[in-house]
């Protein structure tokens, strides 16, 4: 069946340095739609970021993501790490003939000074 | 701005308890799930449904019921609450179609099972 695979459950970064969370997906599906989630403590999880485009970068508020069918995967990255990209980060994989959603486990980032 | 409005915020029983906890979305959205969330395993699907009367079953759904009652109204019940059940539960509706499947989801419920 299909499923996300994040490998870093907690991850702690110095503020300003590069971000890469790592995610990998399984589908038999070949047009999937990946997503990144973003959960920041006492907010409603929201949509940070998605793709169904393979090699094409999806950018949006300082961070971007490509989704590579060759290798499966879809990691988020971003240049500099900020205090206020603390949060919970899903990644997750679309399978429209189910009408579903497959999340990962999740990522904590922590980001200190 | 799609709106996912759940109900209670937090709530608190006892062991064998009886908990009903509500979303309503106005979006007009035909799919709703609820999803809880537990440190070390994320988002889970524990039911979800594509319309009024309808209900399908997700991934960890023992102990759990569900109803949609309406398009906007969707429910889950736990009818002898366990201490496992103790979680962050999440409302989300989404729609389907090009390009058009996009989760929002609720502010979530607080459950607490003593």
New interface residues.
Partial sequence: GDSVT?TE?LVTLTEGLPVMLNCTYQTIYSNP?L?W?VHYLN?????LL?SSTDNKRTEHQGFHATLHKSSSSFHLQKSSAQLSDSALY?C?L?D?GY???Y????TSLTVIP | EAAVTQSPRNKVTVTGGNVTLSCRQTNSHNYMYWYRQDTGHGLRLIHYSYGAGNLQIGDVPDGYKATRTTQEDFFLLLELASPSQTSLYFCASSDWGEGQNTLYFGAGTRLSVL
């Fill in positions: 994040q459950g739609f997503f989630y907010e409603s999880p929201r949509l998605k899903y997750a679309s429209p009408q579903n959603f999340f990962g486990k999740g």
